[in-house]
């Protein structure tokens, strides 16, 4: 699993590349739905209308909410949907003032079936506009607090759909 930029990429575009034993169909049911998010990563209830234009929200979960985050923890707008291969949406935080104030970035999922019932999904994460955020989500471990970012995720993603059993969930960060 490629999950770590290079130092120049890192505030940049971060491209983030997993091999999944999984259908494209179950890859980009469990991005897209509510049911699979709470699940993996920082487990947040998405909330996605899947059309261009559509609105996306990420809304906190309990331990997170318990920590002090506000409902909506990252928002956004879907530019392009093509079930299941691709999804491009804007991306922003909005866990603090100074985050959300940083604006949105460019999230892509790029979804294609390779050999034998594996998958590779491929994030890139234009964070050029987002230099704070943009550091969390290297997830390098690097800064305290700073959770596991996209390795954490994909990591999470991919561990649920080959075994039906999640990692331990991040509550928000640690």
Same mark, same amino acid.
Not at 100 to 122: K, M, N, P, Q, S
Not at 134 to 153: K, N, Q, T
């Given at each position: 699993?490629?999950?770590?930029?290079?130092?120049?990429?890192?505030?940049?575009?971060?491209?983030?590349?997993?091999?999944?034993?999984?259908?494209?169909?179950?890859?980009?049911?469990?991005?897209?739905?509510? &049911?699979?998010?709470?699940?993996?990563?920082?487990?947040?209830?998405?909330?996605?209308?899947?059309? !261009?234009?559509?609105?996306?929200?990420?809304? /906190?979960?309990?331990g997170?909410?318990?920590? $002090?985050?506000?409902?909506?923890?990252?928002?956004?707008?879907?530019?392009?949907?093509?079930?299941?291969?691709?999804?491009?949406?804007?991306?922003?935080?909005?866990?603090? !003032? &100074?985050? /959300?104030?940083?604006?949105?970035?460019?999230?892509?999922? &790029?979804?294609? /079936?390779?050999?034998?019932?594996?998958?590779?999904?491929?994030?890139?994460?234009?964070?050029?506009?987002?230099?704070?955020w /943009?550091?969390?989500?290297?997830?390098?471990? &690097?800064?305290? $607090?700073?959770? $596991? $970012?996209?390795?954490?995720?994909l990591?999470?993603?991919?561990?649920?759909?080959?075994?039906?059993?999640?990692?331990?969930?991040?509550?928000?960060?640690?």
């Open positions: 699993m490629t999950t770590n930029p290079s130092p120049a990429t890192a505030h940049g575009v971060q491209v983030h590349r997993v091999y999944i034993q999984a259908t494209p169909d179950a890859i980009f049911e469990a991005l897209t739905s509510p &049911e699979w998010t709470v699940q993996y990563g920082y487990a947040p209830l998405v909330d996605y209308q899947l059309r !261009p234009g559509g609105s996306f929200r990420a809304h /906190a979960n309990e997170m909410l318990a920590l $002090g985050c506000p409902d909506v923890i990252s928002d956004g707008e879907v530019i392009e949907v093509d079930p299941p291969r691709r999804l491009v949406q804007t991306w922003r935080m909005t866990t603090t !003032p &100074e985050l /959300a104030a940083e604006g949105f970035t460019r999230l892509t999922y &790029e979804i294609d /079936a390779v050999r034998g019932g594996v998958t590779r999904l491929t994030v890139t994460h234009d964070v050029a506009r987002a230099p704070m /943009a550091f969390v989500l290297r997830g390098d471990g &690097e800064s305290a $607090g700073a959770g $596991g $970012g996209w390795s954490e995720i990591s999470g993603l991919k561990t649920l759909l080959e075994t039906g059993a999640p990692l331990p969930l991040q509550s928000g960060p640690q």
